[in-house]
């Protein structure tokens, strides 16, 4: 992957721009045509082409992994990368990049060479005012969420609640960066997918008492019994949502076992599946998130258990 401006360096004629083992990528950046385009190759070979440009927005969100909304988790060739123009620099969108024009923070981002990428602290406050509410929200748990020993690579945190604290507030003449604040307002650490975060939330906002997230209950002489997704102690109420990993039979016998166990010990054990929490919606508002999941079927039943208890 190549700039026009480096063919020529090298003493290629216009000519060979126009072979047919390339292709065009807009804005004079080419590829081989046998070479399968990544969106970080291109935002890479488009920052070094731009020295203090740097990686930003939903294109580092997603060399990151951040968990985005379902039509913001794929890119395509022909789609625009998302860029930050160097400092004391004005440059116009194109078919090929979409410039930001904020402060990144250098000391906190990842650099190699001359190719700059955000943090993901930075990454999380970029898109913020265009994600719904608990889309946010789920970004902000994923980042100060503590991994699980022995199943990630790693042992701390991306990030703290003050970490993300800070960034808000070094920003506070940023466009949109309410959006950041109303989301940081609602941040716990314990959430550990992004379905549990919204189930999180339609609690929250349906005033039900705030749960104890991934907790480990242990027997007697510290056995380790069961780290549910939510738990009222007070009512010994467990409550886990069931994604994909659940449905098979295994797991589903599995399962049974675990619950009857606890059911023996007084905890009533109440299980959610993706129909008891609404569909995410892009282009929701604020207001429009907090109805949808207050009113979900997933809080209703909790609000049930809690009232049996």
């Known amino acids: 992957m190549f700039h026009r401006s480096d063919a020529e360096a090298h003493g290629l004629g216009p000519h060979r721009v126009k072979a047919v083992d390339l292709r ?3 804005c004079g950046f080419y590829a081989h045509r046998d070479i399968e385009v990544t969106e970080s190759m291109l935002a890479s070979a488009v920052v070094e082409h731009y020295p203090g440009a740097a990686i930003t927005g939903p294109t580092a969100a997603r060399i990151h992994r951040l968990p985005l909304p379902r039509e913001l988790q794929t890119w395509q060739v022909g789609q625009p990368i998302h860029l930050n ?8 969108d194109s078919g090929l990049v979409s410039w930001s024009h904020r402060r990144v923070d250098i000391g906190t981002a990842f650099v190699s060479g001359r190719v700059v990428l955000a943090s993901r602290v930075d990454t999380w406050l970029d898109p ?12 902000a748990d994923h980042l100060v969420r503590h991994p699980r020993r022995g199943l990630e690579r790693r042992a701390l ?12 507030e070094s920003r506070v003449r ?7 604040r109303s989301a940081l307002a609602l941040t716990r650490v314990g959430s550990d997918s992004p379905q549990e975060t919204r189930c999180r939330l339609g609690c929250h906002f349906g005033r039900l008492d705030e749960p104890e997230l991934n907790p480990v209950l242990r027997g007697a002489g510290g056995r380790w019994l069961f780290q549910p997704d939510f738990l009222w102690r007070h009512a010994r109420l467990l409550v886990a949502y069931d994604g994909q990993p659940h449905f098979t039979s295994d797991r589903a016998v599995h399962d049974q076992d675990r619950a009857l166990d606890l059911q023996a010990l007084g905890f ?4 959610l599946f993706r129909d008891h929490l609404p569909a995410p ?11 949808a999941l207050a009113n979900s079927p997933a809080v209703a039943l909790v609000r049930r ?3 049996a208890a």
């Open 268 to 271: 009533t054990v109440l299980r």
């Open 85 to 92: 123009a160097p400092a004391g620099t004005r440059r116009r």
């Open 128 to 139: 913020c005012p265009m994600l719904p509410l608990d889309a946010r929200v789920v970004i």
């Open 305 to 307: 258990a809690l009232e």
């Open 157 to 168: 945190p991306y990030a703290s609640v003050e970490d993300l604290r800070a960034a808000v």
């Open 281 to 291: 919606r892009l282009h929701a508002s604020d207001d429009q998130v907090r109805a």
């Open 174 to 180: 940023q466009h949109g960066i309410a959006a950041a």
């Open 24 to 26: 065009s990528l807009g």
